[in-house]
């Protein structure tokens, strides 16, 4: 079964819209992470947000937010007010220890920007 | 703080030949983690480094290696290459393995095309 799953495989948004990336993941240890990274063209992978299994409150940092949802297990990264620059590839990833705590990745959502 | 740094950035090379890849880690942080990115087969974890010591090792054949000297650079090496081993190969580098919490932060990768 797939652990981490990232059923969007691209996804068009209009500049200065709001847009989510779904993640959903399956672990059944009580702690683990989940990680969002964007890749441009460029390739390097850009880390942006994390967020615990024992936070209690949604991980943001600046345009991006974490919608975490435990008991769904899904954490979508939600990017505020897009920028033509956010235009890239988009990861999901989890660290458990069943997997000792490498990291899992999913698939990626392709994330086009429309000016 | 400077960040991940691999070199080279690309790479050609034939069938048969063999490769060693560089990563230098942010400085303080002691371990080190290389994935393979391929279009086909996703982003799959190669191995990680942490104390001079292998920690852990994906699903790879042995032709695939690596170490870590005492200054936490890390180099891998590919033996007999492949077509298939052709992919963008990326480091990253934390401050403990072993932790959930931990962000893992990549440098800028190697584009390796094998002929």
């Known amino acids: 079964a797939q652990k981490i799953t990232q059923t969007q495989p691209g996804m068009f948004v209009q500049e200065k819209e709001a847009v989510t990336l779904d993640c959903t993941y399956d672990t059944s240890d009580p702690s683990y992470g989940l990680f969002w990274y964007k890749q441009p063209s460029s390739g390097e992978m850009i880390f942006l947000i994390y967020?615990?299994?024992?936070d209690q409150q949604n991980a943001t940092e600046g345009r991006y937010s974490l919608n975490f949802q435990k008991a769904r297990k899904s954490a979508n990264l939600v990017i505020s007010a897009s920028q033509l620059g956010d235009s890239a590839m988009y990861f999901c990833?989890?660290?458990?220890?069943?997997?000792?705590?490498?990291?899992?990745w999913g698939a990626g959502t392709k994330l086009i920007i429309k000016p | 703080k400077a960040g991940v740094t691999q070199t080279p950035r690309y790479l050609i090379k034939t069938r048969g030949q063999q490769v060693t890849l560089s990563c230098s880690p942010i400085?303080?942080?002691?371990?080190v983690s290389w994935y393979q990115q391929t279009p086909g087969q996703g982003l799959q974890f190669l191995f990680e480094y942490f104390s001079e010591t292998q920690r852990n090792k994906g699903n790879f054949p042995g032709r695939f290696s690596g170490r870590q000297f005492s200054n936490s650079r890390s180099e891998m090496n590919v033996s007999t290459l492949e077509l298939g081993d052709s992919a963008l190969y990326l480091c990253?580098?934390?401050?403990?393995?072993?932790?959930?919490?931990?962000?893992?932060?990549f440098g800028p990768g190697t584009r390796l095309l094998v002929l």
């Open positions: 967020q615990g299994s024992y």
């Open positions: 400085s303080g942080h002691r371990s």
């Open positions: 990833a989890m660290r458990e220890p069943d997997s000792n705590y490498q990291l899992i």
């Open positions: 990253a580098s934390s401050l403990e393995p072993g932790d959930p919490r931990e962000t893992q932060y």
